[in-house]
């Protein structure tokens, strides 16, 4: 009989769209397979949506135990505690662990600072389940970027695709190079359009969270002018390894698109801003299956205009894959690193050595 590991993994996206929560079993045969047995999502409210979009804002980040973000982690691991043990009663689940990502606040890679809130043992006291989170950390201060994370899932265990493309709130593409898994962040994606969304007047009032099925951005027209700002920034022509955080957003992308009100040609043209970068991140490899994941697989506009770019063949997987992909990552980070296996590499981020990285809390209850 082939052992199965029963584990939670949770996701919180920099797009600020919910938790994604996965069960799943694990096992190995000579290669890995996985088995969702659950999923789900729970959306943010407006109170936790404003917190943990304006905890970038807060001050002195790096005494961060006497600021009020240190609260904020506890709460905000307290929250993710009572959501997972709701998750866990909803299915009737028996997990081994969880393994969480957290929220990223913020992304420093080059002052070797990245900081994930929902703190690791609150969320273990609340759901009474041992926790693996804090995956970034190690890798960062081995001189790595922190990120991304996914791609060792990627090659475990989505190996029929040779080239995968990740799109929430940033898009991020994996694929192998000699033999050796690389990855980095592409451009701002979601983190953009979601924002334009906000601006749409509906019956008077700004209400929209995102642009369904790409709808608002297929009516506009394309910027020209700003399609060619956004594509000249020096961050596309950097090399690999490389990741974006929200702070290039506010510093680079937000300025160009708040003091204007033709949101449907910002968002059309932000989607072609994207596209053109997805392409040119592949247009050197070969003519294979590109598999699409994340919120962004589902603006079907977004999709058809990275097609029109692209060579590759665009595959767009069934919703479980789709919306669950990286929470079913994060478990399988947490379940290597209860190994003791590598799960965060040093060809992706650019570190001085692979890491196996997350730090485990037992629940005090």
Not at 10 to 35: N, Y
Not at 120 to 145: P, S, W, Y
Not at 223 to 248: A, C, I, M, V, W
Not at 269 to 288: G, Y
Request: proline fraction near 3%; charge should be negative; include cysteine.
């Amino acid at each position: 009989m082939i052992k199965k590991t029963n584990i939670i993994g949770l996701m919180s996206g920099s797009s600020l769209d919910g938790i994604d929560l996965v069960d799943a079993d694990f096992w190995h045969d000579g290669k890995w397979h996985f088995e969702i047995v659950a999923k789900d999502n729970y959306d943010y409210d407006d109170d936790w949506r404003n917190s943990l979009a304006n905890a970038f804002y807060i001050d002195n980040v790096k005494t961060f135990p006497e600021t009020s973000l240190h609260a904020l982690d506890i709460r905000y691991g307290q929250f993710l505690g009572q959501v997972t043990k709701q998750f866990i009663d909803k299915y009737s689940l028996k997990p081994e662990f969880v393994a969480s990502h957290g929220h990223t606040i913020f992304h420093r890679p080059q002052e070797h600072y990245t900081l994930q809130i929902g703190d690791g043992q609150a969320l273990a006291n609340e759901c009474g389940v041992t926790v693996i989170n804090d995956f970034r950390t190690e890798d960062v201060l081995k001189g790595g970027q922190g990120a991304p994370l996914v791609p060792i899932g990627d090659k475990l265990l989505f190996s029929d695709y040779p080239i995968c493309l990740n799109i929430g709130g940033i898009a991020n593409v994996s694929y192998d190079v000699d033999g050796q898994r690389i990855a980095y962040d592409i451009c701002i994606a979601n983190q953009a359009l979601n924002y334009l969304a906000t601006r749409v007047e509906t019956h008077g009032r700004a209400s929209l969270q995102y642009d369904r099925d790409g709808l608002i951005a297929r009516s506009g027209n394309i910027d020209n002018q700003l399609l060619t700002t956004l594509n000249s920034h020096s961050f596309y022509s950097q090399q690999y390894p490389k990741s974006l955080g929200r702070e290039f957003f506010e510093e680079n992308i937000k300025p160009l698109l708040e003091n204007r009100n033709d949101v449907a040609d910002m968002m059309t043209t932000f989607v072609e801003h994207i596209a053109i970068q997805i392409s040119k991140s592949i247009e050197n490899q070969p003519i294979e299956k590109l598999l699409i994941t994340g919120g962004g697989a589902k603006n079907k506009y977004l999709v058809e205009r990275i097609q029109a770019h692209t060579k590759q063949q665009v595959v767009v997987p069934s919703d479980d894959i789709i919306d669950y992909k990286e929470a079913l990552v994060f478990a399988f980070l947490g379940l290597l690193r209860s190994r003791n296996e590598i799960n965060v590499l040093k060809s992706v981020t650019g570190a001085e050595s692979d890491s196996s990285s997350g730090r485990i809390f037992q629940p005090n209850n």
